[in-house]
């Protein structure tokens, strides 16, 4: 049979390579040869003037496990639409045309939902579980507003990374997950009113605007205790709607929380406490709340809660984006 096949037209080398494979033969190719075989560049248009008007069609053709990146370049458009790139989508890049007018939006919420107790988890706009995943150029939308938990981004991969993208919601906005799996946020705005960053992968924020809408909390990690990092915010700028003047700078969803705020602009609706323990006096001496170098009205570190921390000069240095990231770093 394979004599067969290797005597046949070029079709017939693909099914020959895949016995010979399977039999330990080999053709001598790498897996680089393999790369021409799939797309490497899609294009989605909203207008129908690519190959696919959908970012979930563009995704569901994309290579499993591809050996060489896969961009997917979305044209600017309101893209409304539920979103997934699954644990074996690796290796995708998925690049808009401009950041405010490149948009994907749906509103599930937890109600809506209607999946039970964990019904927060089924309601995101855009889910990422295919490890080395790049966003750039978007806007992610929630647009349930203010009826319960509505996530706009759930991230779950390891080595994602998010580039002058914007994260748009009320209760819930941003869910980074996976335990020990990292997550790498730049020049990004994130928007939301209680508990809108939480969950308890690794995230690291660099020079990212993170706005209240509301008088809440902003995060909500529930950091494995074994898991050295939780969210790092390093040059950020906390900012607020009109008339918000009430908000803490965390709360544990879980006992072993760790947040800490670097070289940050917080404003005044941060309150003097800065953090808060969710009513539970046990996790004030489980959590790992703390601060460096801040600046702006709500950095005044006089009445922050005594079970909080003001890092020092060197002990800021564990929390450098090379420290949090290990050997994973994003460029």
Not at 195 to 217: H, P, R, V
Not at 252 to 275: C, D, M
Request: charged share 20%.
């Amino acid at each position: 049979m394979i004599k067969t096949l290797l005597t046949q037209p070029k079709r017939c080398l693909n099914a020959a390579g895949a016995i010979m494979a399977f039999m330990g033969l080999g053709m001598g190719l790498s897996p680089s040869a393999n790369a021409a075989q799939y797309d490497t560049f899609l294009t989605v248009a909203k207008d129908g003037s690519a190959e696919y008007t959908s970012i979930q069609s563009a995704i569901d053709a994309t290579k499993t496990f591809p050996y060489e990146p896969i961009t997917i370049f979305v044209k600017a458009g309101t893209y409304h639409e539920k979103v997934e790139v699954y644990s074996w989508n690796t290796q995708v890049s998925l690049i808009g045309e401009d950041k405010d007018t490149t948009i994907i939006t749906q509103g599930d919420h937890f109600d809506g939902i209607n999946k039970g107790r964990n019904s927060t988890f089924h309601t995101y706009t855009l889910k990422v579980a295919g490890n080395d995943f790049t966003a750039k150029n978007l806007t992610v939308v929630n647009s349930a507003g203010p009826v319960g938990q509505a996530v706009a981004l759930h991230v779950e991969a390891d080595r994602a990374v998010f580039e002058n993208v914007a994260l748009k919601g009320w209760q819930d906005t941003l869910y980074v997950a996976g335990e020990g799996h990292r997550s790498y946020f730049r020049h990004c705005t994130i928007e939301g009113s209680v508990d809108f960053i939480f969950g308890g992968g690794t995230a690291f924020f660099e020079q990212c605007e993170i706005k209240s809408l509301l008088n809440s909390y902003i995060t909500a990690a529930s950091t494995p205790e074994h898991q050295p990092y939780g969210f790092v915010f390093d040059r950020c700028t906390l900012t607020a709607a009109a008339g918000v003047d009430k908000v803490y700078l965390g709360r544990p969803w879980r006992e072993y929380a760790k947040t800490v705020f670097l070289n940050s602009q917080l404003g005044a609706h941060i309150l003097p406490a800065g953090w808060h323990n969710w009513d539970r006096e046990e996790n004030e001496r489980k959590v790992t709340y703390a601060e460096f170098n801040n600046s702006g009205p709500g950095s005044e570190a006089a009445q922050r809660v005594e079970w909080s921390s003001q890092l020092s000069k060197r002990q800021a240095k564990r929390y450098r984006k090379e420290a949090v990231l290990g050997d994973w770093q994003p460029h």
